[in-house]
């Protein structure tokens, strides 16, 4: 009797079965994984893992659009000062060790909710969601930071703030007014912050 044969057929049958479906769902892993680490890095600036450039006017407009107009929120641009100093004294790849540590310092000094981004080579925006007053604290802890690799020298930051809904409900307006006031800080000397005021 070959009977033994159809029930071989049928093992092996069930075995092919069970490689294949074992093979799509490990593509499925790692389609489900290269699609979240390229969306990651479409979103995220390599250097300081905070937001980039291309992604955070949309992150702010999205949360802006959608978020009550009877809450205040604080918008700031930072700028290190006098960074190009760094780069042609220390050179870039102190520059990027210098970027990577603004990058933890601002993910430390403000909220999880908060959002922060990088959008130039020193420059930085936060939206402070939802304060409570326009009366908020400004990063004086950067002086305190060292830098081994810059002598032990500390850096500073020249800041411009604007607030929403009073000075924009959408990014461009945000970042234009909060730039004036960031503008008004460097002619005065920089390492300080302006508040931007309608002429």
């Known amino acids: 009797s070959y009977e033994f044969i159809h029930d071989y057929e049928l093992a092996l049958n069930c075995y092919f079965m069970l490689l294949v479906l074992l093979l799509v769902c ?20 390599g250097l300081t893992s905070l937001y980039n450039k291309e992604h955070t006017p949309p992150v702010i407009d999205a949360f802006l659009r ?3 107009p009877d809450l205040l929120h604080a918008f700031l641009i930072l700028d290190i000062d006098k960074f190009k100093d760094v780069n042609d004294t220390w050179g870039h790849a102190v520059g990027d060790v210098i970027l990577q540590r603004v990058g933890a310092f601002l993910k430390a000094q403000f909220r999880d909710e908060d959002i922060i981004g990088r959008i130039g080579g020193d420059e930085f925006v936060i939206l402070m969601k ?21 002598d032990n020298q500390s850096i500073t930051f020249s800041v411009g703030l604007a607030f929403s809904p009073e000075q924009g409900i959408r990014f461009d307006d945000l970042y234009r007014n909060a730039d004036k006031a960031l503008y008004q800080t460097k002619r005065g000397g920089r ?9």
Do not use: F, P, W
């Open 66 to 68: 959608t978020g009550s």
């Open 130 to 150: 939802n304060i409570g007053s326009k009366d908020i604290a400004l990063l004086g802890q950067i002086r305190a930071v060292k830098h081994a690799e810059m």
């Open 26 to 45: 490990r593509i499925a892993m790692i389609h489900t994984r290269d699609r979240r680490e390229l969306v990651y890095s479409a979103q995220i600036d």
């Open 191 to 199: 390492n300080n912050y302006t508040v931007y005021e309608k002429a």
